[in-house]
């Protein structure tokens, strides 16, 4: 087991249960979370730890993501561990169940099982400076103390979700496209879908086929190219199977090819000019309506938001029971939704497939460090930022994992969570040569990494390409983006600066 304890039963309520105690403590058994945890296991010397997740399973994103079409839009030999490579991947691009089986096999392969404390529900972080350690709180009263602190809590955990009025009139279903109500049956019905992201052109053509009508507010058009979306043959999956090195070289090549596409988001933007040809060549082949098309056409640059990719999405909106509303819902009425305009359209289930809130799935914790100042203070007054998308300057010896300054768009997660959860496990080792307690990133340094960002970012079609997004949020960074390849932020993290640090004794 990753920890230990006296005791973890409370006697007759009058004594707490003692702390446990372990040398890392990790929030959430999501991708990242999973990925530090399999480096911890595979550290030497070993480290004691714990994983403390919320829910009842893992999977993160992948567990709570259970909508109609959810899959991912990154090749499945790419999404996915590079030390847990899966020869049998179904097609190009997996969904959402077969994802999160092989989360689960994983970290059932790995041994990770016995460090999960499923229903686990964190309400605070506080660092103690004298002790050097963290004290983590729970809503069930259990305490864990450990030297050090990982937040793989990730981006995509709390719903960014419309407050309209008129809610309490409504009087028909209304949920998130992460909280998929599975009990109720779409067939025949009214529904209004708000929001054309990631998971909106997956939900709305999975509607189409079984709604009586079908309302989509749009606020801004999305860049949708389609989906090469393939099942993989028998053959491949026995030879990958057979010679893993030949699975490797295939992941190779696919990195290569989202890298090569990637120089065009954060460095030349104007080369990705021929992939608006192709998305216009699509509007025009698959919607008859020249005032649709005008709709549905982006006015910003390609890239400048996230890219989507679907099969279905244009022809779905062709439909003559569907119907696309520019703007956002207004208000609420009973069983309609009222547009800008003031129109109604009639509703019987309204679905927000409106994202989600990167700042809010950190904030939910209440994360104290030096001299009692709060992670979510912090970050309301210099925007969300962090030193390599890792550390944060006051909370010593705590980790972020896929946080601001920490991601790129253009490709997986998976390559980055990798790359700083084994860039944890070297710090971890620094602090432990250096015969220190802690270690804490200087506020130079810090500064120095946003203005670096900054620079960098302005280059980018991120910045550029005329759009407004969430990958800005205000920060003093620009950005809470990576602005530059996956390369060179495996790069930069080769390492741990020792001079962009203090050590404490």
């Known amino acids: 087991m990753g920890a230990t304890a006296t005791d973890t039963t409370a006697t007759g309520g009058a004594t707490p249960p003692a702390p446990i105690r372990t040398d890392a403590v990790i929030i959430g058994a999501g991708m990242s979370g999973l990925c530090q945890a399999v480096e911890f296991s595979r550290s030497r010397p070993k480290l004691t730890f714990v994983v403390l997740e919320k829910a009842d399973g893992l999977g993160g994103t992948w567990r709570d993501n259970t909508y109609p079409g959810a899959s991912c839009d990154?090749?499945?030999?790419?999404?996915?561990?590079?030390?847990?490579?899966?020869?049998?991947?179904?097609?190009?691009?997996?969904?959402?169940?077969?994802i999160l089986a092989y989360l689960r096999r994983m970290a059932a392969r790995r041994g990770l099982l016995p460090h999960i404390?499923?229903?686990?529900?964190?309400?605070?972080?506080?660092?103690?400076?004298?002790?050097?350690?963290?004290?983590?709180?729970?809503?069930?009263?259990?305490?864990?103390?450990?030297?050090?602190?990982?937040?793989?809590?990730?981006?995509?955990?709390t719903p960014r979700t419309p407050v309209l009025p008129g809610a309490d009139e409504f009087g028909g279903e209304v949920w998130h496209s992460s909280s998929w109500n599975h009990d109720v049956d779409l067939t025949g019905k009214h529904v209004t879908v708000v929001g054309v992201g990631a998971s909106g052109i997956q939900i709305i053509p999975e509607l189409a086929k079984r709604a009586a009508g079908l309302t989509v507010f749009q606020r801004t058009p999305a860049w949708v190219l389609p989906k090469l979306d393939t099942p993989h043959p028998t053959w491949r999956k026995r030879l990958f199977r057979a010679l893993p090195w030949a699975q490797a070289v295939h992941r190779l090549r696919v990195y290569v090819a989202r890298e090569k596409r990637g120089i065009g988001f954060h460095h030349r933007p104007d080369a990705l000019r021929v992939a608006e040809d192709v998305v216009h060549a699509q509007i025009t082949k698959h919607i008859e309506d020249p005032a649709l098309r005008e709709t549905l056409t982006p006015s910003y640059r390609f890239g400048c938001k996230r890219v989507l990719l679907s099969n279905d999405y244009y022809p779905a909106l062709n439909a003559p029971h569907v119907q696309v509303v520019p703007g956002g819902p207004a208000a609420l009425r009973p069983q309609a939704v009222v547009d800008e305009t003031g129109t109604d359209h009639k509703t019987d289930v309204l679905i927000h497939a409106t994202g989600f809130d990167l700042a809010g799935s950190f904030n939910r914790i209440r994360v104290e460090g030096t001299d009692g100042r709060l992670l979510e203070e912090t970050w309301h007054r210099t925007g969300m930022t962090a030193y390599n998308g890792v550390t944060v300057s006051g909370f010593p010896n705590m980790f972020l994992l896929l946080g601001p300054n920490g991601f790129v768009p253009y490709t997986g997660v998976v390559q980055n969570i990798e790359t700083q959860a084994r860039h944890v496990v070297t710090a971890i080792r620094a602090v432990r040569s250096s015969r220190a307690r802690s270690l804490e990133v200087?506020?130079?340094?810090?500064?120095?990494?946003?203005?670096?960002?900054?620079?960098?970012?302005?280059?980018?079609?991120?910045?550029?390409?005329?759009?407004?997004?969430?990958?800005?949020?205000?920060?003093?960074?620009?950005?809470?983006?990576?602005?530059?390849?996956?390369?060179?932020?495996?790069?930069?993290?080769?390492?741990?600066?020792?001079?962009?640090?203090?050590?404490r004794r």
């Open 74 to 98: 990154v090749e499945s030999h790419l999404y996915s561990y590079s030390f847990e490579r899966n020869p049998g991947w179904s097609s190009t691009y997996a969904k959402q169940p077969e």
């Open 117 to 157: 404390r499923f229903g686990t529900d964190v309400t605070g972080a506080r660092w103690e400076p004298a002790a050097s350690r963290w004290t983590v709180t729970t809503a069930d009263g259990t305490t864990y103390v450990s030297r050090f602190l990982i937040l793989g809590v990730g981006g995509l955990h």
């Open 442 to 503: 200087r506020p130079s340094a810090e500064r120095a990494f946003r203005t670096a960002i900054r620079k960098r970012y302005d280059r980018t079609v991120w910045a550029t390409g005329g759009c407004t997004s969430w990958y800005e949020s205000n920060s003093a960074a620009g950005t809470v983006l990576w602005p530059d390849s996956t390369w060179a932020y495996r790069w930069r993290l080769r390492r741990v600066r020792r001079g962009d640090y203090v050590f």
